[in-house]
C-alpha cells in the first residue's frame, strides 16, 4: 500500500487524492478566477511525499553506535 498523494485534474477542481485510491480525495481546490488551483494541489501533494520519503528514509537508518 502506498501512502503517496497525487494530483487529479476535473473541469471545475483540481484534487489531492491518494495514489493506491484516486477516488479517496483529500483535499479539493476550487478553479476560480486567478487562483492557482492546480500549483497548490501539486506543491501540496510534492511536500507530503518528500516528507513521506524522508521519513522512510531515516527511519531505516541503524542507531549511532552511543545508542542515541
Known amino acids: 500500500m502506498s501512502d503517496r498523494l497525487m494530483v ?4 471545475s477542481r483540481v484534487l489531492v487524492v491518494r495514489e493506491d ?26 511536500t507530503y511525499n518528500a516528507r ?5 528514509t531515516s527511519s531505516r537508518r541503524r542507531p549511532a553506535a552511543s545508542g542515541r
Not at 24 to 34: E, P, S, V
Not at 39 to 46: K, L, P, S, V
Request: aromatic share 12%; glycine share 2%.
Open 8 to 11: 487529479v485534474e476535473e473541469a
Open 21 to 46: 485510491d484516486p477516488s479517496d480525495w483529500l483535499c479539493a481546490f476550487a478553479k476560480t478566477g486567478d487562483f492557482p488551483a492546480e500549483r497548490w494541489a501539486q506543491d501540496m501533494a510534492r
Open 52 to 56: 513521506l520519503e524522508l521519513s522512510r
